[in-house]
């Protein structure tokens, strides 16, 4: 049995045994508390979302695991959680650490480490400079966000996964239900600003 606190905590195998480090994020469409994995080593970042069940026991190896509470992590490009801060900004160039000081979610900051100048230009507009300085850019972020409807869309295809019981769907179908699960990431009143 476990104790109240306890939890299972389920990651690709490769984060396994990595430095990594559970956060609270601010929460990319609703506002709220979070909670994340960060690997430090390869600067992953995963969702974590829990299941708790009463009487419920889990198999982990060769032991069993009652009543504890499951956590799975899946993978979430940080992207999601700097788009609201960079949305805030306007349209004017800032370095991404000043974007991403939140006194009621202080490991904001960890994002600035999960991401790339590389990945920073899917959204914004970027200064050259030691610092990563960033402006939003609202044609770049309308790509970005069509790229994840369209990589949602494809891996759905791929693995024959269809949404409800409707085995045969269109392909505006297929588009609002993937525009749906990228929806879940990003507030709707910052995609109306978008259009």
Known sequence: MCDSTSSVLLLPKH??????VIIKLKHPKQNQQCYAFFNKDTKQLFELLFLKEKHVSWFVDDNVI???KLSVGTPLDPIFFILPYLIQSQERFSPLSQLLIDEKFPSSSFLEDMISDEDLLKVGD???SSDKIIKFNKIKTLNWLNDKVEKVKNAMKKSNITPGFNS??????YNRYCC????????????????
């Open 126 to 128: 970027t200064k050259p």
């Open 168 to 173: 045969s769907l269109s392909e505006a179908d």
């Open 66 to 68: 009652g009543d504890c």
């Open 180 to 195: 749906g699960i990228v929806g879940d990431y990003i507030k709707l009143s910052s995609i109306i600003r978008l259009i």
């Open 15 to 20: 984060n396994i045994d990595c430095n990594g």
